[in-house]
């Protein structure tokens, strides 16, 4: 699985490339607006992460070409400007997502993961760890073979946790992911434990292995 | 008071003072003059007929002195003192059938070594009345004065202070975010022109000092994306180093949990600056009970944890043309602070009625100050959730739209109300 970064900030593209080559990705990354283009018109890639202010050219132009191209690389746009206009001119030009900066790399790893899948027709919708199942069509999850009755908000719980598996997802990012934009509302993360509880409680009464692991206060993570 | 009513007001207490003074003390002058030359003209004719009655004692024709006038009256006296008295004594008049004012002469003297009595009296009637006239006269003479100087001063008055009271509408109507030149017109009084200068190029400094106020707001918190992305990224890496013992871990949870709080603060401060540079221009009509009724549904599961009971009574459609972005973050900070600030078991109430939206919360059983909580920063200091720019921002879009935003705390309850009636 081969993934391009464009991106400026070169910190950032090495932080993003990092989290992202664990996962068994491999990644490329282009600094500036030529580099990505020369990239682009090399390699094919099965996601790009595009940042639109770029030197020596926008990425919406970068995407523009790349589309212009008939090329089928998923493309997730990273923004630091996060203005509405712009998310959906991106989109409008075959952007799969958008991502504002800053982010979690979690949720970055999710949506590259998401993004490939909806490109990939391979036929296997379905995630497999051991007893437990995920059918990522039916969006239902089951443990031996039998289907646990878990809701949409834990079922969205396990396919991130799951998507970062073996790795610390920071509890912002779980409650980012879990509430989305009213994640303001809370006064503080107990939400998330009542949410990671009932999950748990639920797979292990399925004759699942308790999997989903609280680091230290700091954060979950899925250890396979 | 009104500058106009100030200055004459001064003129005006001025005037009636001296009409009060100038009245009476021109009648007593009047009077007294009249009275001294009546006085002269007695003591004249006293001596006047002095040399006669001389001659007539001499004489001895005394009794036969008579005079047409029945002012005047002659006798041999038998008091030898001498003295002249004048007073002013009423008499019957017979010719006017009335009691009027004389004065009398009173008057004894020695002529020849003979003692005489001489008493002379003169109507002062005629003299009253022309002092009644003058001093008449004199009181309109006054009172048109008066009226005149009054009149011609106020008009006077509007007509300098006119430039004057355009350059205060102006300005009132001046707004700092938008950029309108006062564009005031010249005077013929070089203070009020000097004044239009000044506040011209004070609007001038000020509109650029905000301009360049918000622009570093812009650039600070745009440039602050980078690297609060690279601090959270990299954060987020050492997490997934090993092995992490449990300090390590609750440091950089603490650090997660601020570098979270500082990409909070940030976008809503890029909000901020957002709406003041006017990006949220393109309007649409939109419900506003929709759009409460879109957030309920989305904070649904907050408003179950914390077991609200949320009552609504919708007895009007509010239907808007505006931003739906803004109208979006307007309902949902507010409905969001009232859920946020709201105890377990507590109670929302939403109302529409006519153009008015209420909503009204249980939670702290403090009031807030109703002038602090809509400036920046104005926050509690325990909640480190919350950035304290909400009702800031809930401020500013109001002001866009002219819509009037207060607070109230009664009966426990905590209740904003917006007022739709400008659009």
Redo the contacts between chains.
Sequence with gaps: MKLLIVED?I??SK??A??LQ?QGYTCDIAYDYKEGIDKIDSFDYDCILLDITLPGGSGLQLLKNLKAENKLDGVIIIS?K???DEKIEGLNLGADDYMP??????ELNARVAAVIRRKQFRGSNVLALNELTIDLLAKTVSVNNKLVDISK?EYDLLLYLVSSKN??I????IAENI?G??I?????FD?IYAHIKNLKRKLTAAGCEDYIKS?????YKFTI | MKLLQKTIRNYFIYSVFILLVAIPLFYFSIQRIVREDVDGDLLATKEMLRPKISSALLNNTIDQLHFVDQNILISVSTYTKEFDSLTTVEIYDSVAQEVVPHRVLTSNFTVNGKPCFLQVKTSLVDNDELIKSIATVEVILLLLLLAGLFLINRNLAKRIWKPFYTTLGKLRKYKVEKHEPLALSKSSVSEFNDLNTSLEELTVRTHNTYLSQKEFTENAS?EM??P??????????L??TAP?N?EQ??L??DL??A??RM??LN?SL?LLT?IDNN?FADTEKISVDKVLEAFLQ??Q??IN?KQIMVSKKFESEIILNVNK?LIEILM?NLL?NA??HNYFDGRIDLLIKENTLIIQNTGKAVALDGQKIFQRFQKDST?N??TGL?LEIVKKICAIYNLKISYQFSENLHCFTVQFNNL
């Design positions: 900030e910190q950032l932080s993003m990092n989290y664990r630091a996060d203005a509405i900066k800053p982010f979690h790399l979690s908000k790795r610390v920071s509890k912002n990012a509430s934009d009213s303001d509302l809370y006064d503080n939400f680091v230290y206060g700091m954060g | 745009h994306q980078s609060l992305a690279v601090f959270q990224s990299k954060l987020e890496l997490m997934q992490l449990e871990a609750q950089i949870g997660a949990d570098s979270q990409t909070r976008k890029l957002k990006q989305q904070y599961p907050q944890e972005a949902s969001g859920i946020r909640d959730n919350s909400g």
